[in-house]
């Protein structure tokens, strides 16, 4: 390029000049008196024909003549162009010979040689430094330890991690007969335990058991379905936890989240297990970007929610969609066993093994429940002064509507303690980021509706809260299942005013026993000091004694809020 443009400026000196000598009379005398003016100012001479110096900015052959320049740009001093590098294009999520997932974490290869984009991938390779040893657990008569079922090295390191260390109830009954391949269905509440046992068959299963080698991406080898999108993150988290020392990559779908990250995951090279809700399933499976034909292991949990949602169809036709149940394994996990649930059963598994948790063993045996009898007027200062003079720091408060879990949130913000909102109003993306904050103690109080009823495992909840009492009283089950999960102990705090305390027959008569009915200690009733941002809250209107007209409903809610 240097060269050419120096060819430029030369032939065009040449032609000046050409010009200028045809033009000029004064022969060689004025050129000598004129190069003697030039030596005496210190000035640069002009070269022969009176043209100007080429004039190429921050070059030394701007001062140079045109011999000067023409000598400079000979073709044996011109360096050979260096070649040109071509930066290497950075696919997301890896090549499969490391890099970078999208998470911006390495990635690992996986089984199939993708990249995997698991919570803990580095911890994968450094699985085979640990060993079984450093995990030593006592026998005990009548409790089954995670070691008599042989499992692979990589989840009793993962079990030993999250420090579990005897099986509850149902995991000691199904985990011997779903590892060994056989389908299985139960009837257990969110607590007891269940959501391990089958990602532990699974897991287990995926690593024993070769990938098929005409596996394409997108298709996956274990399906797990849920009725909501909590309940699926939660299992999602799960299986990343009992996984973290394998190369397995797992993807949760569901609505609400960015549709187009959620396909660059499951398209981005081999996937191993889907946890997803049936609406963004179909959307993915109709766009062809999943497939569903390799499927060994397909779970419905909750599957009585599924019925209650009007899911059944959508279910039926993913169903549809996977190898016959001959050629897979099934596990369908209910809260309860209605007639329409047990059709099903018998639709989708081939001889499973059943097992029956009695919601009663789940509400009672391992949560202490009271219930505190007050008034409206009373129940903010009974929990101020229960979570400040207790100085509870981790608890989860329900309420039955969104304007009252709205109102209760903002008094707890106007006295300066930390806390947030959990209901249906709340954004997907501010509820994730809600409950991992809550999970990593940021949050010291969550008001929550019954959206986080089921499907939500925080560990450490010490107590739950009903401000007011549920009107279903299976939600009452779910609520207070938030504690004391997988054998843990809690704490349930009932509150029953003139407006809620007549639910409390149908709650004791569907958990088989009476709750403990007392009076709160005089101290627990004082009114709070004033609010730090200098807001009053009165107790809400009371409801009038007499008959009131219906409430208006639009589309079918009230307008004072949804459950």
């Known amino acids: 390029m240097i060269k050419s443009i120096i060819q430029n400026f030369f032939n065009r000196i040449r032609q000046m000049g050409t010009t200028r000598n045809e033009e000029t009379t004064q022969g060689s005398s004025s050129s000598v008196v004129h190069e003697s003016k030039e030596e005496s100012d210190g000035r640069p001479q002009k070269p022969i024909g009176g043209a100007s110096p080429i004039p190429i900015p921050g070059s030394s052959l701007a001062a140079k003549s045109v011999e000067e320049v023409s000598a400079d740009v000979s073709p044996e001093k011109i360096p050979a162009p260096r070649p040109r590098r071509r930066r290497p294009r950075r696919r997301p999520g890896g090549n499969g010979k490391g890099g970078f997932s999208p998470s911006g974490k390495p990635s690992v290869a996986g089984g199939n040689g993708e990249a995997v984009d698991g919570p803990c991938t580095d911890e994968a390779l450094a699985a085979d430094d640990w060993d079984i040893s450093r995990f030593e657990i006592p026998r005990i008569e009548e409790k089954t330890r995670f070691h008599d079922l042989d499992l692979p090295l990589e989840i009793m390191h993962a079990i030993h991690t999250l420090d579990y260390q005897y099986c509850t109830p149902i995991q000691a009954e199904l985990l011997p007969k779903v590892l060994s391949g056989i389908d299985a269905t139960g009837r257990a509440q969110t607590g ?14 995926l ?17 797990i379905l849920a009725p909501t999108r909590e309940l699926a993150m939660q299992i999602e988290q799960n299986a990343k936890e009992l996984s973290r020392y394998t190369r397995l990559k797992i993807v949760a779908v569901y609505g609400g989240m960015d549709y187009g990250k959620q396909k660059q995951m499951l398209t981005n090279g081999m996937v191993d297990i889907v946890v997803a809700t049936p609406g963004r399933l179909l959307d993915f499976k109709q766009q062809g970007d999943l497939h569903l034909g390799k499927v060994e292991t397909l779970v419905i949990d ?3 929610r599924m019925l209650d949602m009007g899911f059944i169809p959508d279910v039926r036709r993913i169903v549809r969609s996977t190898p016959p149940k001959a050629m897979r394994q099934t596990m369908l996990f209910s809260a309860t066993l209605t007639p329409e649930v047990t059709q099903l059963t018998s639709e989708w598994t081939m001889d499973p093994a059943v ?6 063993q789940v509400a009672v045996d391992t949560v202490e429940q009271i219930v505190y009898i007050t008034t409206m007027e009373e129940k903010f200062s009974l929990l101020y002064n229960m979570i400040t003079l207790q100085g509870l720091d981790r608890v989860i408060v329900f309420t039955n509507r969104r304007d009252q879990a709205r109102r ?10 930390s806390c947030s909102l959990l209901s249906g109003e709340v954004e997907q993306s501010k509820r994730i980021r809600t409950l991992e904050d809550f999970r990593a103690g940021k949050i010291r109080i969550m008001v929550a509706t019954d959206v986080a009823a089921r499907g939500l495992h925080v560990d450490g909840i010490s107590h739950v809260v009903n401000y ?3 009107q279903d009283p299976e939600d009452y089950v779910h609520r207070i299942g938030r504690t004391g999960r997988a054998g843990a102990s809690g704490m349930s705090v009932s509150f029953a005013s003139e407006d809620d305390s007549f639910y409390i027959p149908g709650i004791e008569k569907f958990i088989g026993r009476e709750l403990h009915c007392v009076h709160p200690e005089e101290e627990w009733l004082k009114e709070p000091p004033p609010p730090i941002h200098g807001t009053t809250y009165s107790a809400p209107p009371r409801r009038a004694q007499h008959p009131s007209p219906r409430p208006h409903r639009q589309n079918g809610h009230t307008r004072n809020g949804r459950r």
């Open 468 to 470: 007011y009492l549920p």
């Open 192 to 205: 007891t335990g269940k959501t391990a046992v089958f990602l532990i068959s699974i897991i287990t299963r």
């Open 302 to 304: 909750e599957a009585d």
């Open 207 to 223: 690593l024993r058991t070769p990938s098929p080698e005409d596996r394409h991406r997108g298709t996956p080898r274990a399906l």
């Open 408 to 417: 209760l949130n903002d008094q707890f913000k106007s006295y300066g303690i």
């Open 355 to 360: 097992v029956e948790i009695d919601r009663e």
